[in-house]
């Protein structure tokens, strides 16, 4: 039986009401969760897995924080350049903490979970949280009931009309 434990649980204090960002922070969630489920105490497989998956989870990352900050651009949100900084910031410390798991230092599979799990948990608290009622004030309400933000919207906000 394989047994699935999360270690962030989804809630819904973490949306933003706009379907893109929402979705992408739900994988986030799930990539930290998914890597949880591979600490498995023993050196050599949590290495092997941790080979196999840190580009395309780095990578994922790289996709969102360009996500957002097109959006804080498009609709001329003025906590861009601190937050652009944080995520700098984080990917960094995340490219130092790679170099040290793959050197045998210190790092251990859980430890580096457990950082990840703490820093999506702040940023998406502390400073996501900054743009999520901006965000919606120029988002539109859809057939479907979620909220997105098209190019009107961006338009309308750059224009000041939001
Ligand atoms: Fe959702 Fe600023 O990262």
């Known amino acids: 039986m394989v047994v699935s434990n999360e270690l962030i649980t989804w809630s819904d204090k973490f949306s933003c009401g706009v379907k893109l960002i929402d979705d992408q922070h739900k ?64 990917i960094l410390a995340v490219v130092e903490n790679i170099k040290d798991y793959e050197a045998g230092k210190r790092l251990t599979l859980s430890t580096f979970t457990r950082f990840l799990k703490d820093w999506v948990l702040s940023h998406i608290a502390l400073m996501d949280k900054k743009y999520f009622e901006y965000f919606k004030k120029v988002a539109s309400r859809k057939a479907d009931g979620k909220l997105s933000i098209n190019s009107e919207d961006v338009r309308n906000a750059m224009e000041g009309k939001s």
Do not use: C, P, S, W
């Open 27 to 90: 994988t986030l969630v799930e990539l930290v969760n998914e890597m949880f489920n591979h600490v498995t105490g023993n050196d050599l497989q949590e290495h092997n897995y941790f080979n196999r998956v840190i580009n395309d989870a780095v990578a994922y990352v790289k996709t969102h924080f360009a996500t957002e900050e097109k959006l804080m651009l498009a609709t001329k949100f003025d906590g861009y350049t601190e937050h652009k900084k944080e995520h700098e910031t984080f």
